[in-house]
């Protein structure tokens, strides 16, 4: 753009007009199309005006210049199409379907792969994040001032598909092997420098690709590309969760399917690539951008604060022309020419006025990284909250990763609905800015949260209420037979008096404590450290001896714990908690062996309604979903097994051998009905292949329990002789919960673990599509702050700085990340509900001082790109400018005219500057 000078002046005063063009991120990324070509002023004649007026010619395309052939009609465009832009369109949606399809099922890879607690996988999620709209500005550095932006495509191209096979290769191996995290960190590391590279450069090298006259072409291939972000996103989203919930290689899921048909896709994005090279137009690179802001304003530091300072200013960077010298400058000498009229001109002065500018318009950045704070939680919080969900929708089960695909759905449907309808119909009541629209997107952002939040509190409601810090749940369990004869009564031992506190809990045989308030039932809630416990035995079949008795354990903080007290003593352990995190609609289940036999081999856990089941080979290894193993010995000497229980208390009668007990490690396992399984052959082992069901040796325990819910966490207690299928019932099976917690004192030869009609089931009861509102009121947000706000930063930026802008606002969603990481590193919030809460208001208060900015602080800027101007009078000037605008023939340039001279009624606009035509085609923010 150039700007208008009247003669004489020391610097030109910049009559600025823009038009509207919501072709967001695709004419922010492609700034190389708004420098370094010539401008020309277009002329149109009465035949080419007349056409337009009668529809042959799109309003928004600019009518033809002289000498120069403008294409309108399909055959001419499909004629004259530039071959290699296919190539570049297809490379962005492989790339595009790579990256999401990678993305889209990242935090369950560190959940369950890599064992990170959520808090940890939520920072590793978002800390990428980081990095990929971080290193877009070493890109546009590397492509702009030193190789160009092919090189810097291939190059990254390269880079970022040995990031994505090395993440791939990785994820082959289970988790304990030593490879894992750092093959996996390297792996995301070398992804966010390719990505981040690429980002600001596809674009605008498609774009380099059309000629002068092929602005209708150029319209539509940024629909084109912009088709294909959207395109590749939403089909990755909705098919990588499905490619890593099937099982393979011997593990229950299938990441390095989820990982490696991305890194196939970037193979197959960089060949294509590749293809058009011989035929590309391949611009050179032309100058560091950063770099020359970072001399100017170091210059401007160094005068103002040195004997160079040659008085007052109106911006502290004017300081840097204290010392500046045309003569010595060649971009000045350049543009002053031999022509007497332009000796007054000087580069580094509008410059200097376009980096003011560009430091006025990052105070308004400054509120954009809360939005990315609340958007980017897609992928990490929100999907943790939907594992704790019920993900069956009539019967068809909605993985939690694939709602993430409603958001790119969503937005294809949402930009021609607001273009074509929103936004005309708010406009006839009320003026339609660009900040006015950031500003309803920013608090649609914190209404969403807002209803995350209350969403969240439903589903607090199928959480376990756990202890807070320094305090311990304890729940005693008479795990004797239900047939006999033995009452036990517990109190807690008051540490200061050594004596029981309060009223005796007394437990009829196969019977828990459980949580219950209404009833005044509770479980001990005591501190953490050692506690002392007073039972009492009442019955003829307690056991020789056994009167009363003291049990000392030593409970963590914040944990659930159970004591089982039997025939053979009391063990003591630890409860599992943490719902399931796999997403793929399980419970959680853990085992305690507390039989005769002492029994601490291999078991199994087999679906018995399968369509070929056979009782006499009843467990089917081959097919994961019905098959669920703890073995001991596998995966290069993987063990399944938790802990040994130490038994204490032993009466007389029991076995003198049996001094501890095996707990195993709760495992996800599918809704379903099942039986246990003691399992004497190795069934599952990445260094054998899958035996089939009559290659296995499995003996029935005789336990049958049918669970249908999701995200319950049940601990099994077995009790019995243990291995041995001969062995007569010794007792009943019951259900024992503690809120979300299911304590099932289970016999060895008993036939089901039913439910207690009484108990508060753990299962998630509240539906995953309750997050279809979230997702529906964000993405809205997300067309009227983020396609806004990329069309602002460009329109209001200079044409110099484009660039840097486009840098800018990419580095407002890292800023957005790093605000996730820090608040999730602090830790503030221990319940989830209050975490959506807080980050509502803030959003809602951070959008209400921008707000004011907008009213009080930001003045709009209005570019337009006539030749210099060098007519003594202003009038003329401002008549020079109609004359260009008018030969446009569109209405849209003389209401911004009337706005420019009417000020009140000033409205901003944007403009393709290297084409100048006004462009209706909004552009998805996915990059």
Not at 357 to 363: T, V
Not at 744 to 752: H, I, K, M, P, R
Request: proline share 5%.
């Amino acid at each position: 753009m150039r700007n208008i000078v009247r003669k004489g002046a020391a610097i030109s005063e910049r009559r600025e007009i823009s038009y509207h063009s919501p072709l967001a991120e695709s004419h922010l990324l492609s700034s190389q199309l708004c420098e370094g070509s010539e401008k020309e002023k277009a002329t149109m004649t009465a035949d080419s005006k007349e056409k337009e007026l009668q529809g042959d010619l799109p309003a928004a395309i600019a009518p033809p210049r002289d000498g120069v052939k403008i294409y309108t009609t399909w055959p001419e465009m499909i004629k004259h199409w530039p071959k290699t832009t296919l190539c570049i369109v297809s490379n962005e949606f492989c790339e595009r379907f790579s990256y999401y399809g990678m993305r889209t099922v990242l935090t369950f890879y560190i959940l369950n792969v890599l064992k990170f607690p959520e808090s940890t996988s939520t920072i590793f999620f978002n800390a990428f994040s980081i990095l990929c709209y971080l290193t877009p500005l070493l890109g546009s550095i590397i492509a702009d001032g030193y190789i160009g932006k092919f090189w810097t495509i291939f190059s990254v191209s390269i880079l970022y598909t040995i990031g994505q096979i090395t993440l791939a290769i990785a994820s082959t191996q289970n988790w304990t092997s030593s490879i894992h995290p750092w093959l996996d960190l390297t792996g995301l590391v070398i992804i966010g420098f390719g990505t981040g590279g690429i980002k600001p450069c596809v674009s605008a090298f498609g774009a380099d690709q059309f000629d002068k006259g092929q602005e209708r072409m150029l319209s539509i291939y940024f629909s084109m590309f912009y088709f294909s972000i959207n395109a590749g996103s939403m089909i990755s989203t909705f098919i990588s969760p499905i490619f890593r919930a099937q099982p393979c290689l011997g593990q229950d899921s299938c990441y390095p399917l989820s990982f490696g048909v991305p890194a196939v896709l970037m193979v197959v994005a960089t060949i294509i690539f590749m293809i058009g090279s011989p035929w590309y137009r391949k611009n050179p690179p032309t100058e560091n951008v950063f770099g020359e802001i970072a001399r100017l304003v170091g210059g401007a530091i160094s005068n103002k604060f040195s004997k160079r300072n040659a008085g007052p200013t109106k911006h502290w960077l004017e300081h840097y022309l204290d010392t500046h010298n045309c003569e010595n400058d060649p971009k000045c000498m350049a543009l002053k020419g031999t022509k007497k009229k332009t000796q007054h001109l000087c580069q580094k002065k509008q410059y200097v006025a376009d980096v003011v500018a560009l430091f006025k318009l990052i105070i308004m950045f400054l509120p954009v990284p809360m939005f990315w704070a609340l958007y980017d939680q897609q992928g990490s919080i929100w999907l943790l909250q939907g594992i704790q969900m019920d993900c069956d929708v009539f019967g068809i089960l909605l993985l939690p990763d694939q709602m993430q695909t409603l958001n790119a759905v969503l937005i294809l449907v949402f930009i021609p609905l607001f273009q074509v309808i929103v936004y005309p119909l708010f406009s006839k009541c009320f003026n339609i800015t660009p900040l006015r629209k950031m500003v309803i997107g920013g608090w649609l952002a914190s209404l969403s949260f807002l209803i995350t939040g209350f969403v969240q509190l439903q589903v607090n409601n199928t959480l376990p209420q756990l202890p807070g810090s320094g305090v311990a749940y304890a729940s005693f369990m008479n795990v004797f037979d239900a047939e006999k004869l033995c009452n036990i009564s517990v109190w807690h031992i008051d540490p200061a008096t050594n004596l029981p506190v309060g009223d005796a809990y007394i437990l009829p045989p196969d019977t828990s404590m459980v949580d219950i308030p209404e009833d005044g039932k509770l479980t001990f809630h005591v501190p953490d450290g050692k506690n002392s416990f007073q039972i009492s035995y009442d019955g003829k079949d307690c056991g020789t001896g056994r009167k009363t008795e003291t049990v000392d354990v030593d409970l963590s903080s914040k944990s659930v714990n159970y004591i089982a007290v039997g025939p053979q003593g009391t063990i003591h352990s630890p409860v599992g908690t943490t719902k399931p995190t796999d997403g793929t609609g399980e419970f959680s289940m853990g085992i305690s062996l507390f039989t005769q036999d002492g029994y601490n081999g291999s078991l199994c856990v087999c679906r018995l309604t399968t369509s070929d089941f056979d009782k006499n080979h009843p467990c089917n290894p081959k097919a994961p979903a019905d098959f669920y193993y703890w073995e001991i010995d596998y995966n290069q000497h993987t063990d399944d097994r938790a802990d040994f229980l130490p038994v204490v208390n032993k009466p007389k009668s029991a076995d003198p051998t049996l001094t501890s007990v095996t707990s195993y490690q709760f495992k996800s396992v599918k809704p379903g009905k099942w039986g246990l399984f003691f399992l004497h052959s190795l069934a599952k082992d990445v260094d054998i292949q899958t035996p089939e069901r009559d290659q296995i040796e499995v003996h029935d325990s005789g336990i049958d329990f049918e669970i249908n819910g999701q995200g319950g966490v049940y601990n099994f207690v077995i009790t019995g002789l243990g291995d041995d299928t001969s062995d007569p019932p010794l007792a009943s099976t019951a259900d024992r919960y503690n809120e979300s917690i299911c304590f099932c004192s289970l016999n060895a030869t008993a036939n089901t673990c039913t439910r207690s009609s009484r108990t508060t089931s753990g299962d998630a009861t509240v539906n995953i599509l309750w997050q279809v509102p979230q997702i529906v009121v964000i993405t809205a947000g997300e067309i009227l702050f983020s396609i806004t706000g990329y069309e602002f930063a460009y329109s209001q930026s200079a044409p110099s700085m484009k660039s840097v802008v486009q840098a800018l606002w990419l580095l407002t969603t890292a800023i957005g990340d790093s605000i996730i990481v820090l608040i999730t590193a602090l830790d503030l919030f221990d319940d989830m509900a209050v975490q959506f809460f807080a980050y509502a208001g803030i959003m809602f208060i951070v959008i209400c001082i921008y707000a004011l900015m907008a009213i009080f602080y930001f003045d709009y800027q209005y570019y337009t790109k006539p030749d210099e101007i060098d007519d003594d009078d202003e009038e003329d000037e401002v008549e020079e400018i109609k004359d260009a605008i008018r030969a446009h023939v569109n209405e849209a340039f003389h209401h911004e005219l009337d706005k420019k001279e009417n000020p009140q009624r000033s409205q901003y606009g944007a403009v393709d500057e290297r084409w100048g035509i006004e462009d209706n085609i909004s552009v998805d923010i996915r990059m």
